[in-house]
């Protein structure tokens, strides 16, 4: 698989109009685990891959819980693709942080996904972000972790956002939580 250069930073002017792109889901059949980020940022969507904002410790995380030898950069995406991992979000819709989203955006993201999941069989939904997991299934009381209800034989997941906005996760937590999942989904090396 040929790999494209890694982009350079978007301008002010690039991350301003990101507001009206979307990001390319990186999915296939029979996933072992798709992540689902809330929505794309605007860092993202200029650069056209997923959680591409420096700071995020999305990347980070996958290497130290061991879903990856090394850290990816975002533009080596779909590298995922050949471990059997894949990335979509709940809402397609840019913006600069997810607080912008409603809650019927969510609601309805999250009606998509479930189709989505349904369309593609992942093994595990992995929901990063709790918050919006309650949310889009309209759960409440859901913590992290595995979920009692499915998506057919999809087993659910939530696990917290890998944002560097999100301050009550350090790296080293984030990527016990990711381990877990890995574990559970019976990843191994």
Not at 83 to 108: S, W
Not at 129 to 157: C, H, K, M, N, S
Not at 169 to 183: K, N, P
Request: positive net charge.
């Amino acid at each position: 698989m040929t790999l494209p250069d890694r982009p350079r930073r978007p301008t002010r002017a690039e991350l301003a109009a990101a507001v009206h792109q979307t990001v390319t889901d990186v999915i296939a059949t029979d996933l072992r685990v798709l992540f689902c980020g809330i929505n794309p940022g605007l860092y993202t969507a200029a650069t056209g891959h997923h959680f591409a904002r420096p700071g995020n410790r999305f990347w980070p995380t996958l290497h130290a819980a061991g879903f990856t030898e090394r850290v990816l950069h975002p533009s080596e995406e779909r590298l995922l693709l050949l471990d059997g991992y894949g990335i979509t979000n709940v809402v397609a819709r840019t913006t600069a942080t997810a607080a912008e989203l409603a809650p019927e955006e969510l609601i309805e993201g999250g009606r998509r996904l479930v189709e989505k999941v349904q369309r593609w069989r992942p093994r595990v939904l992995a929901v990063l972000g709790v918050t919006a997991y309650r949310a889009a299934f309209g759960r409440p009381r859901a913590g992290l972790g595995p979920q009692p209800e499915g998506i057919g034989d999809t087993r659910v997941w939530v696990l917290p956002n890998p944002s560097g906005l999100n301050a009550h996760y350090q790296l080293a937590e984030l990527a016990r939580l990711f381990a877990e999942l890995r574990a559970a989904a019976g990843v191994t090396g």
